[in-house]
């Protein structure tokens, strides 16, 4: 950069240029930092997340050491770092939590394990409620979901394959959420359509029969005769 008067923009490179990327787990592998980078940033904007993701990949998040008090509700239930809303107040006002504007929010937190065994309870506690061929139904459809899982989960082959799937360790375990997650919501629509009576499969039979004005002009016809 030039001491000249208007000259704002540098041509030349950085002097001393990285070699390699950096990591904030290279010189520190403790359980605080593996706990930071673990953490699921989630109920924020595009922008919010971006700021969030830099101060976690250069070791400049700092989590909270007690609970922090909500903007909108003025209650010590915030326990995620630089957000100023509760999650219950984002829900309801649909706002991010970080900058408390309404913007789209990119991603939602998943379920926890306790959580999907809960809601898989209660599912089996509905379908039980149903009639035997609505029950059937839905069984069946439930398994058509368990195959497309496992048809996208395939074994790795050669000790190159497995250090690929170790580095992407994290990558996968969300993907297998994501994959969970999928799996309830299309269970529950399920569940809802059969409980509300409107099965797929008795729809396509409707579809199916030809109910012509010809038949009924036949049916007129018969009775004039008789």
Known sequence: ?????????RVRKQKHQNVTTFKNTLHDS????????EKEIAEVCKRC???ITWKVKYKKYKPLSQPKTCTRCHKKTIKD???IVCLPCAQSLEVCCKCGKKEEIVSHFSPSKTEQLQALAQLEQEVKALSERKRRAYYRYVDKLQGKKKKKKKPA???????VLSDGGEE???EEAAAAEDYLKSAREKLEKLKKGIDDDFLDDLDD???????????EDEDDDS
């Open 49 to 51: 997340q971006d700021i």
């Open 81 to 83: 770092a630089y957000y």
């Open 172 to 174: 996968e375990a969300e």
């Open 1 to 9: 950069m030039s001491c000249q008067r208007g000259n704002i923009a």
């Open 30 to 37: 403790s359980k605080k930092t593996k706990a930071i980078n």
């Open 209 to 219: 029969l030809d109910l012509s004005d010809d038949d009924d002009d036949e049916w």
């Open 157 to 163: 082959e050669g000790a190159e394959d497995s250090t």
